[in-house]
């Protein structure tokens, strides 16, 4: 049987960070398990790639703080391309209300180090791109050091990089099953044999409460179908543009190739694994972007390019990270509700330090643990996409 010192479920960009970074800290008996025949068919593959650090809670603005710089200095790191454009985010308010939040989201945001986010005022909206309808924008917040990363190029780098330090990847193994002894894990079953270890991260991304459960684990995390379109070539807005929030409907979007990528998050949506795209969503998505950006009432767009990928929601939409309570060895790194790839690097890091040291000194991680929502810690944050 095979035997391994940490056995980590899922080989999207997660599960390939914690990889990275536990070679990082000279853990090389690491196996990453896949089961589908290559990396980031799940959530990653299907990502919008967005990197930010405008939140509104300390601990998702720090593990940014730790994230985006990664990414910026990510082909010198790890000799890999990680695709990130330095673009921005740029949230638009549209009413008082909104406009007091992003002022104070950053006032937080400067207290714990950002230096690059801005305020906006009502005339640099319409000044910075006039073809934006801002009859009824009241402000906006800026940060240049956002932007955007090819997920799946970061989420290869990442591995490469592992397995060069020693980490091995297993393709086509699906987890059937997790051992368990007095101890705590001793032992991953698998459609390749058992392979057996003391240390197991579930980083299964929409899937993370069936691994959960087999370790007696009940995690609430609940896979949510998020739908992005992708635009036919467009020239008649500018191409170095940021990610564009518009406040008051949440859509967004950026630029994309010759193109933009649309995303708008339907309340409608139930919880499930559907991955279908509804053909019905590109009339819904057109009509907030002619609203908010005239000029895209002459969009182009094939529905055939369009896509749909999986959010893993947790009730406060916040991961669960660290150490399961009551199963010794077992460790989660779950439900990212969207954040996973702009969190990935922090989140290798956490990760590595729990399973290595026990603690760590990048954030808060008890924030962050299970225990929270029977504990009654939920946590709030506005800013989700």
């Known amino acids: 049987m095979d035997s391994f010192d940490v056995v980590i479920i899922g080989g999207g960009i997660v599960g390939s960070s914690i990889a990275y970074h536990l070679t990082e800290q000279g853990c090389t008996g690491v196996l990453v398990l896949e089961r589908e025949s290559s990396q980031g068919k799940g959530s990653t593959g299907k990502s919008m790639g967005g990197v930010r650090a405008q939140f509104s809670i300390p601990i998702n603005i720090q593990m940014s703080l730790y994230s985006i710089p990664f990414y910026a200095s990510f082909e010198e790191r790890l000799g890999h391309p990680c695709g990130y454009r330095p673009q ?210 002459n969009l182009a767009v094939n529905p055939k390019r369009a896509w749909a990928g999986l959010y893993e929601m947790t009730p406060d939409h916040h991961p669960i990270l660290g150490p399961a309570p009551g199963v010794p060895g077992f460790f989660l790194a779950n439900g990212f509700s969207g954040h996973g790839v ?13 399973i290595l040291q026990g603690r760590t000194d990048l954030v808060n991680a008890n924030l962050l643990n299970l225990q929270r929502y029977a504990e009654g810690r939920a946590i709030e944050e506005t800013a989700v996409l």
């Not at 801002?134 to 932007?147: A, E, R, Y």
């Not at 992708?230 to 859509?251: L, V, Y």
């Not at 969190?343 to 290798?348: D, E, I, L, Q, V």
Request: charged residues 20%.
């Open 88 to 297: 921005g985010y740029f949230f638009l308010a549209n009413s008082e209300k909104h406009m007091a939040y992003l002022r104070a989201n950053y006032e937080k945001q400067v207290a714990l180090g950002l230096k690059a986010v801005r305020l906006v005022s009502k005339d640099e909206v319409a000044g910075m791109y006039p073809q934006l309808r801002s009859d009824d924008i009241v402000g906006g917040s800026f940060c240049s050091t956002d932007g955007f990363v090819d997920p799946y190029s970061a989420m290869m780098g990442f591995m490469a990089c592992a397995a060069d330090h020693g980490a091995q990847l297993w393709r086509n193994a699906e987890v059937t099953g997790i051992a368990l002894d007095a101890r705590g894990v001793c032992a991953v079953e698998t459609s390749r044999g058992q392979v057996a270890t003391r240390t197991v991260v579930n980083a299964a991304g929409a899937w993370a409460a069936q691994i959960g459960k087999m370790a007696g684990i009940d995690l609430p995390v609940e896979p949510l179908r998020r739908m992005l379109v992708p635009t036919e070539p467009f020239d008649q807005f500018p191409h170095t543009a940021p990610m564009i929030i518009d406040m008051s409907t949440g859509f967004h979007f950026r630029p994309e190739g010759r193109g933009f990528l649309l995303a708008w998050n339907d309340p409608e949506e139930a919880p499930g694994f559907n991955t279908n795209f509804e053909d019905g969503f590109i009339e819904k998505i057109l009509v907030h972007a002619a609203d908010r950006v005239p000029v895209f009432e």
């Open 342 to 354: 702009m969190h990935a690097p922090a989140t290798g890091k956490i990760l590595s330090d729990l």
